[in-house]
């Protein structure tokens, strides 16, 4: 893959990475900084993806995502509260009521555990198949659907509670 | 009627991930469910709810931008590392054949050394301090 078509991809990608890892990291500040060491190693190391494995996507977000978790472990991270998330405020443009759902999504997602918040970003926010998060996620394919399931009804009753 | 509810197949039919027949058996059992049908509906607009949710404020063009700059910094790091190879090779090189000149007593010899080395320290000393500037001044992207 020539070097311009990946630094495209990253590109597009870089908003999906930073939701992942905002969900693990619980900080968005950390979380970019966490996306833009990821992209540097891969900038620095082009030949390290090997298309014939699969496409970019997965590869690069279970880069991240292990980057993240080695931040985790190396600053011996504290159990993530609700309130530790983002608040990623709407444009001006975007309407009250608007908001007000997208805080409760966040506030609902928070809530969850983070290997649930992951899966529910990989595949509803970034849309990755299902055998793309079993990648990603170092499980076997045949366990994404269940845990996924597990994961959207959980969301969905911390909706109910969070309105 | 279906007794059993599909569950997590519903998931699947809502992803496209199922085989043709455990879409047909997903079709079939809510067809009778109304309890499943609800669940499935509720699962779509979650999804289209996250899917749409701002999780992220930042925009592809900030990425682009980054890039850009991690480029520019590891261009930079290769060319300080090739300047400062070079300066220590020549530093060297020269101080080798200021030692093996016969031509020069050992008094000149020291105080040429002196000067130059004396330079090339406090050389190094401003760099060092500068660069520790850059790197801790909280205020340095302040603009007056």
Not at chain 1, 89 to 109: K, T, V, W, Y
Not at chain 1, 138 to 153: E, I, K, Q, Y
Request: aromatic residues 6%; charged residues 25%; glycine residues 8%.
């Amino acid at each position: 893959m020539k070097t311009q078509d990946m630094r495209e991809q990253l590109a597009q990608m870089g908003n999906g990475a930073h939701a992942l890892a905002t969900q693990i990291l619980g900080n968005s500040d950390d979380a970019a900084d966490a996306v833009q060491e990821a992209i540097a190693k891969v900038l620095g190391r082009p030949g390290g993806y090997d298309p014939k494995k699969g496409s970019l996507a997965p590869w690069f977000m279970r880069l991240v995502r292990n980057h993240c978790i080695d931040l985790l472990r190396r600053r011996r991270g504290e159990p993530l509260e609700a309130e530790s998330l983002p608040a990623t405020g709407p444009g001006p443009e975007a309407s009250a009521e608007a908001a007000q759902r997208d805080e409760a999504i966040r506030s609902a997602l928070a809530a969850l555990s983070p290997d649930r918040r992951e899966i529910i970003v990989l595949r509803d926010y970034m849309d990755l198949s299902y055998a793309e998060i079993a990648s990603v996620l170092d499980l076997a394919p045949g366990t994404v659907m269940s845990r996924l399931h597990r994961a959207r009804m959980d969301l969905k009753e911390t909706l109910i509670r969070y309105g | 009627m279906a007794t059993e509810h599909v569950g997590e197949l519903l998931s699947g039919y809502l992803d496209g991930e199922l085989t043709q027949q455990q879409r047909q058996r997903v079709t079939l059992h809510c067809s009778g469910c109304e309890q499943c049908r609800d669940d499935l509906v509720e699962l779509r607009a979650l999804r289209e709810r996250v899917s749409g949710a701002p999780l992220s404020e930042l925009g592809e063009d900030q990425w682009r931008e980054n890039m850009n700059d991690t480029t520019v910094q590891l261009s930079r790091g290769i060319g300080w590392l090739l300047f400062i190879a070079g300066l220590l090779v020549a530093g060297f090189y020269a101080l080798y054949h200021l030692m093996i000149d016969s031509s020069m007593s050992f008094i000149e010899k020291f105080i040429i050394f002196g000067v130059y080395g004396g330079l090339a320290v406090l050389l190094f000393s401003v760099l060092r301090q500068r660069l520790i500037e850059r790197k801790t001044d909280k205020y340095k992207d302040v603009e007056i």
